[in-house]
């Protein structure tokens, strides 16, 4: 029964690129999955409407994106660490 107590308030979604998570309601189409370095999970990010700012949207779980799969799945597939700087609001 702890199981089902997890899922409450949550959804599932799934990654253009085929990763299945599990988020808090209110993801969105096109919200973006990120990782941030030094984090052990995934965080939603949404683009604002104006400027280039990001709204925070919440923690997520990933599977096959957590505590580092996504930075060692990233070097294994480019030789090289993709990274951006952004401001979140």
């Known amino acids: 029964m702890a199981e089902m107590s997890i899922l409450l308030g949550r959804q599932l979604f799934v990654t253009h690129r ?7 309601k209110g ?3 096109g919200d973006l999955v990120t990782v941030l ?4 999970m995934p965080f939603l990010l949404r683009k604002r409407e104006e400027g280039s700012s990001l709204q925070f949207i919440g923690e997520a779980y990933v599977h096959g994106l957590m505590y580092g799969e996504a930075i060692d799945r990233c070097w294994q597939e480019n030789n090289q ?4 700087v952004f401001t979140i609001c």
């Open 27 to 29: 993801v969105k189409e």
């Open 37 to 40: 370095l030094g984090g052990d």
């Open 18 to 24: 085929g990763y299945m998570g599990l988020a808090s």
């Open 81 to 84: 660490l993709s990274t951006s």
